[in-house]
């Protein structure tokens, strides 16, 4: 079988970092094919470099959470090849292409809303606010696909403790970076940015929801949501939101950009749950990358045993 | 040109220039598979680095066929239009071909489903059919198809009568209306590719329109004067 994916290679067998591609003499390489074709559309898609790598910085690990699942992780490239960051352009390999350039320094996230001690968080303090885990997390898209990703960070409750969210802080909301000039594909992308996301206090506060900072070992890359991200295993991927510019502790339910787009097929809770479909396809299954069948969808991604109970007596089907 | 589009031999290129996109992926699978047998080898991503299935293989599969069936069926229904406003009647002798790698196209796009989305599962398959609009737009492309390629032969048309098999080949319409329809139900946000296949698609149509009330209009006006023969509606000039 062409397609299945022979064993993994490890990340240190991935492309070295001095190996750039050179794409002027790649395209002159090309030439007689491109030429040959005659709609360019997907030919070019195939010819254009995406394999590109990036500069990252390894970053001291402390520890291994015990959060973490033993399944077989997702091949670096494959994490970094295949995105969904709309505001670097709508195709899997777009981010990749795009992100390159994208100015992640310096940075600093605003903590603000219903708290007794706000203020703004530079990278350096939150790479320091507590010692560094790395967790090998569970990664399902809404678009029934997954990954296995070693994150690295802390729980959220870290975060949040230090500015201390007061008893009328309800819900979190989470907004992303955006700039037109960085971003001149987010226009087309039909959502609407800055991208911003929220979760239920409760749902923020789990140990399990988790600040991430990088991925096998270093720094985040661009296309994965440097500098900083969250990471919520037990719902869909657009949940976990990416590079964070503001961190707002709110009394109601704060509007998400999915939701904005589309409020029938994209929840405020988005739980993983093989029960109940997206109106458009099966949520039943999905494919892990790298392999050729689908596999059944978990309830939850497998995190019921952990999570479960912050949903007791709710209607999942209506609260989607 | 038209003689140039006449010579026999013409058709052995323009049907290895259809396997292209078919090669592509083959060669990409090839080279997707020999980067992780052998992760040294330098020789395939030298010549070409970025020639991947990329990180979900099935799927661009699917993609690809899918978008390749689409632009077939746009370039079968385009032959007719280019053959009369360009004066090119020998295009003709290519329409039967690129219709049978739309199809070809197509029957690669529904095994990426039947095979490693659906893994031959009958039963949701059904329940996939009646549930999702998307799925059934796509079956309705796909199926009415079946009967345009079986009956794409000379002794079909002869068996059939030019009109009956006209009207019927006319199904290549719904089929290609059903598959843009079928894309834009897919998409998450971004409508932007459909989009160009609708407009390509409705410009191809429009020109039916057009080039069907075009002569009648004529025929009406120059009615009383001179007695025309009855046109048939193929060989119907239009500008």
Not at chain 2, 33 to 58: E, R
Request: one cysteine or more.
């Amino acid at each position: 079988m062409l397609i299945k994916r022979l064993p993994e290679l490890k990340y240190s067998d991935v492309t070295p970092k001095d190996v750039y591609i050179n794409r002027r003499k790649f395209l002159a390489d090309a030439g007689f094919i491109a030429g040959a074709a005659f709609a360019g559309g997907s030919l070019w898609k195939f010819l254009s470099p995406s394999q590109r790598v990036f500069a990252a910085t390894k970053l001291d690990v402390a520890s291994k959470s015990p959060f973490s699942t033993t399944e077989k992780e997702t091949p670096y490239n494959d994490v970094t090849h295949y995105n969904n960051y709309y505001e670097f352009g709508t195709d899997k390999t777009d981010p990749a292409n795009n992100a390159g350039n994208f100015k992640t320094s310096p940075w600093s996230v605003s903590v603000e809303g219903e708290c007794a001690k706000p203020r703004t968080f530079t990278m350096d303090e939150i790479l320091k606010l507590a010692p560094l885990e790395e967790r090998i997390y569970r990664h399902r898209c809404v678009e029934a696909w997954s990954i296995v990703v070693p994150w690295i960070g802390y729980s959220f409750s870290v975060l949040a403790n230090l500015v201390q969210p007061t008893a009328n802080a309800k819900f979190v909301a989470f907004q992303s970076f955006y700039d037109k000039q960085q971003m001149p594909l987010a226009r087309g992308s039909g959502i609407n940015p800055p991208y911003v996301e929220g979760l239920r206090m409760d749902e923020a506060m789990h140990p399990l929801t988790m600040i991430s900072v990088g991925m096998y070992g270093e720094t985040l890359p661009n296309q994965d949501g440097a500098p900083v991200r969250m990471t919520i295993p037990w719902k869909y991927g657009f949940k976990s939101i990416k590079s964070i510019v503001k961190v707002k502790f709110v009394t109601k339910m704060p509007p998400t950009t999915w939701n904005m787009l589309a409020s029938d097929e994209y929840g405020f809770y988005s739980n993983v749950n093989p029960q109940v479909d997206h109106p458009r396809w099966s949520q039943a299954k999905e494919r892990r990358l790298g392999e050729f069948l689908m596999r059944p969808t978990v309830m939850f991604n497998g995190y019921g045993d952990q999570v479960a109970k912050l949903y007791a007596g709710m209607d999942l089907r209506k609260n989607y | 040109m038209n003689s140039f589009l006449s010579q026999k031999w013409l058709k052995i290129p323009v049907f290895l220039a259809c396997l292209v996109p078919l090669g592509l992926l083959i060669l990409a699978a090839f080279h997707d598979g020999a980067g992780q047998l052998i992760h040294t080898d330098k020789t395939f991503s030298n010549i070409f680095p970025s020639l991947t299935l990329g990180a979900n293989p099935v799927q661009f599969i699917q993609h690809a066929t899918g978008d390749w069936t689409l632009r077939f069926l746009i370039i079968t229904l385009a032959i007719t239009p280019f053959r009369k406003l360009l004066h090119l009647p020998a295009l003709i002798r290519f329409r039967r071909m690129t219709g049978l790698f739309a199809f070809f196209y197509v029957c690669l796009h529904f095994t990426t489903y039947l095979w490693p989305d659906q893994d031959f599962d009958v039963h949701a398959m059904i329940k996939d059919f009646a549930k999702r609009p998307f799925i059934t737009m796509g079956y309705t492309g796909f199926l009415l198809m079946i009967p345009l390629a079986v009956t794409s032969t000379r002794g079909w048309i002869r068996r059939l009568g030019g009109k009956r098999w006209q009207w019927l080949h006319r199904a290549i319409y719904i089929s290609a209306i059903a598959g843009v329809i079928h894309y834009a139900w897919l998409v998450k946000s971004d409508e932007r590719k459909p989009i160009q296949y609708a407009v390509m698609v409705g410009a191809l149509l429009l020109y039916r329109v057009i080039a069907w009330i075009w002569p009648r209009r004529g025929a009406a006006r120059a009615s009383g004067s001179a007695a025309s023969s009855p046109q048939h509606p193929v060989t119907a000039e239009s500008e």
